[in-house]
């Protein structure tokens, strides 16, 4: 299948040839396109990028395995060498338009600056723990993403810091607080992805705020976490709907704002409808389950002709909805053949709305070909 950027520059030859646009327009098109087009990785460059981590990786387990033999001295050199080799030779792939090998060895160096971390702590008796090795292996990461202006080095300290939260919340580290300095990371590695262009890093780290708001909900009282983020998410869904000019130039996420608002709104809508289910007046859960069934309404009618994402996010959003409106309300009434019967309509009408709301969906477009 042809990419995006092929399509789009073979419609500008025809319609350069139909006469509809004039020779400086389509140069211009033209040039638009190649230069907002994303590079995309050939075969040749993955398997380069595979091999440089499975030698990076290779290297590190033969330092671990011969620890006690290697001199101190030079374990420290040598991984001081590892990582720096990684950088320094990567920008040197980078300049001779070996993007995709470059990058891969910068990713070698910020795992081996991860893993020197760890051995030199283990050797020298270094006081601290794992929260903080995971901090301070994030932090050089995205100095080093900011300092080599590198996509994957943000991508990958967003990551560090999704696992120091994850270990943190879950209390894998035995931790006294709550991980509030998630937001303090977040703001920062947000703020470091414009720098380096990475969309990538912008779509995980509001992931990761919502499932840091997950936690909250587990840690503190749920109305007072969940309600607000129902209300934020619906206000920024309709501002991304509605302004979506003015959202993705401050964003810059490719009009993929509503996607994340709906994701919030219906996590904010389960958290509250599970705190709502073990009460003996559904009268709450019921009235919850109705705004989240308009909202998937709401959220299609507005957005899904532009984005079969959000569309197929509402119809995951409304199976959860049937779901637990089932085993919440009915449950009681059935038996288990029942329940199967009950899952069989459940899935059929589904289906059925799927199928009804894909054709509205692709009925202009058709009938503005057959015009």
Same mark, same amino acid.
């Given at each position: 299948m ?6 789009v ?10 006469g509809?646009?004039?020779?400086p ?8 396109v190649?230069?907002n ?5 050939s075969?040749g460059s ?5 091999a440089?981590?499975?030698?990076g990786?290779?290297?590190?387990i033969?330092?671990?395995a011969?620890?006690e033999v ?5 374990r420290v ?8 080799a ?7 792939l980078k300049?001779r ?6 990058? &891969? /060895?910068w990713?070698v *160096? +910020?795992?081996a600056?991860? =893993? !020197?971390?760890?051995?030199i702590?283990q050797m ?7 929260a903080s ?21 943000t991508v ?10 994850f270990?943190?919340?879950?209390d ?9 300095l998630f937001?303090?990371?977040?703001i920062v ?5 414009f720098?380096?262009?990475?969309q ?11 499932f840091y708001?997950?936690l909250?909900?587990?840690e503190?009282?749920?109305l ?9 998410? &619906? /206000?920024?869904f309709? *501002? +991304?709907?509605?302004a979506? =000019? !003015?959202v993705?130039?401050?964003v ?7 996607l994340h608002a709906?994701i919030g ?6 958290m509250i409808q599970?705190e ?5 007046n559904n ?7 109705a705004?989240a069934?308009?909202?998937i ?6 957005g ?8 197929w ?11 637990i409106?089932?085993?919440?309300m009915l449950?009681?009434?059935l ?11 459940l ?9 009804r709301?894909?054709k ?6 058709v009938e503005? *070909? +057959?015009?």
């Amino acid at each position: 299948m042809a990419s995006y950027s092929s399509r789009v520059r073979a419609d500008i030859a025809r319609w350069l040839q139909a006469g509809l646009i004039d020779a400086p327009t389509a140069d211009a098109l033209t040039r638009d396109v190649e230069a907002n087009q994303r590079r995309s990785l050939s075969f040749g460059s993955i398997l380069a990028m595979m091999a440089a981590l499975l030698f990076g990786a290779a290297v590190l387990i033969f330092v671990a395995a011969n620890w006690e033999v290697i001199p101190r001295l030079a374990r420290v050199a040598a991984l001081f060498a590892i990582i720096i080799a990684g950088y320094v030779g990567g920008a040197v792939l980078k300049t001779r338009d070996h993007a995709a090998i470059g990058e &891969a /060895l910068w990713i070698v *160096a +910020a795992a081996a600056f991860g =893993g !020197s971390i760890a051995l030199i702590g283990q050797m020298y008796h270094l006081s601290g723990d794992e929260a903080s090795a995971l901090i301070t292996w994030g932090a050089g990461t995205a100095l080093a993403a900011v300092a080599l202006r590198s996509n994957p080095l943000t991508v990958a300290a967003v990551g560090i810091a999704d696992a120091w939260l994850f270990l943190r919340g879950l209390d894998y580290f035995g931790r006294t607080e709550f991980p509030h300095l998630f937001v303090v990371m977040a703001i920062v590695l947000f703020a470091i992805s414009f720098w380096t262009r990475s969309q990538a890093a912008r779509h995980l780290i509001i992931l990761s705020v919502i499932f840091y708001l997950v936690l909250m909900v587990m840690e503190y009282e749920t109305l007072l976490v969940a309600v607000p983020l129902v209300v934020v998410s &619906a /206000l920024l869904f309709a *501002a +991304a709907i509605f302004a979506a =000019g !003015s959202v993705d130039r401050i964003v810059q996420l490719s009009g993929r704002p509503p996607l994340h608002a709906l994701i919030g709104f219906l996590t904010g809508l389960a958290m509250i409808q599970f705190e709502l289910a073990d009460d003996n007046n559904n009268s709450g859960f019921a009235i919850a389950s109705a705004i989240a069934l308009a909202g998937i309404v709401a959220a299609i009618m507005l957005g899904g002709r532009e984005s079969r994402g959000l569309r197929w996010i509402a119809y995951a959003g409304f199976a959860f909805e049937l779901a637990i409106i089932y085993v919440v309300m009915l449950q009681s009434m059935l038996d288990t053949a029942g329940f199967f019967l009950a899952a069989a309509v459940l899935l059929g009408i589904l289906a059925l709305v799927i199928i009804r709301i894909e054709k509205r969906m692709r009925s202009p477009s058709v009938e503005g *070909a +057959a015009a």
